[in-house]
C-alpha cells in the first residue's frame, strides 16, 4: 500500500507545515515509511506553495508524487493548477471559499473524483478565532477522511511540530477538523 497526497495552496497558510504533521505522524508515530517534500513559489507568503507526502508500509522508491489518491487544496491557483494530477477515482478535499471546484466539474465527473468540500479557513477564523490554524484543521480533515493515520499520531505529531505555546490551539483545530460532520 503506498499512498500519494498533494497538499496546494498559497504561502502563509500553513501547506508546508500540514505536510510535515502529516509525514512526522506516520513515520515516526505510527511507524510507516513516509516522505515529505515541498515547493513554494520566490514569493513566500501569497506564492504558490505545495506539499507532498508519501505513506507506505512498503520501502518507498521513488520519493515524489506523480499522481495523488488525495488532493487538497486551499487555493483556487492551486486547484486549476493540480487537478489533473489527481487518480482516476481520487479524493479531492477543499475548501471551498478559496476554491470553486464548478470550474473543474467536467474533470470530477469523467474521473469519478470523491469530492469533500470543508471550510476551514472559516471553521479557524469563527470556531476557533484564529484563522493561521485553518491548516491543523485540514489536517483533522485529512485524518478522519483517510484514515492513514491514527489520531493519535497526528496529535503528537502537531505538539513536535507546532511552535511553542500554540499547542492547545493546534490540538484544538486539529479535533474540529476531525470531528466536523462531513454529511
Not at 486549476?80 to 482516476?88: A, C, E, I, N, R
Not at 469533500?116 to 480533515?141: C, D, F, H, Q, R
Amino acid at each position: 500500500m503506498i499512498k500519494e497526497i498533494r497538499i496546494g495552496g498559497f504561502g502563509g497558510q500553513g501547506v508546508i507545515l500540514s505536510g510535515l504533521v502529516i509525514g512526522k505522524a506516520a513515520t515516526l508515530f505510527d511507524k510507516k515509511n513516509s516522505v515529505q517534500t515541498q515547493s513554494y513559489g520566490p514569493e513566500a507568503r501569497g506564492g504558490a506553495s505545495k506539499t507532498e507526502i508519501l505513506i507506505s508500509d512498503e520501502e518507498i522508491i521513488y520519493p515524489e508524487v506523480e499522481s495523488p489518491d488525495i488532493l487538497v487544496i486551499m487555493s483556487h491557483e492551486a486547484l486549476l493548477k493540480y487537478h489533473k494530477d489527481l487518480k482516476k477515482e481520487g479524493i479531492l478535499i477543499v475548501d471551498p471559499d478559496l476554491a470553486h471546484i464548478d470550474v473543474i466539474s467536467d474533470f470530477i465527473n469523467e474521473n469519478k473524483i470523491e469530492v469533500y468540500e470543508v471550510n476551514v479557513t472559516k471553521i479557524a477564523t469563527e470556531e476557533i478565532g484564529l484563522k493561521i490554524v485553518a491548516n491543523i484543521v485540514m489536517v483533522g480533515v485529512i485524518t478522519k477522511i483517510t484514515k492513514l493515520i491514527s489520531i493519535d499520531s497526528v496529535k503528537k505529531a502537531i505538539i513536535d511540530s507546532v511552535p511553542k505555546g500554540t499547542e492547545e490551539k493546534n490540538l484544538t483545530a486539529f479535533d474540529y477538523g476531525y470531528n466536523y460532520n462531513m454529511d
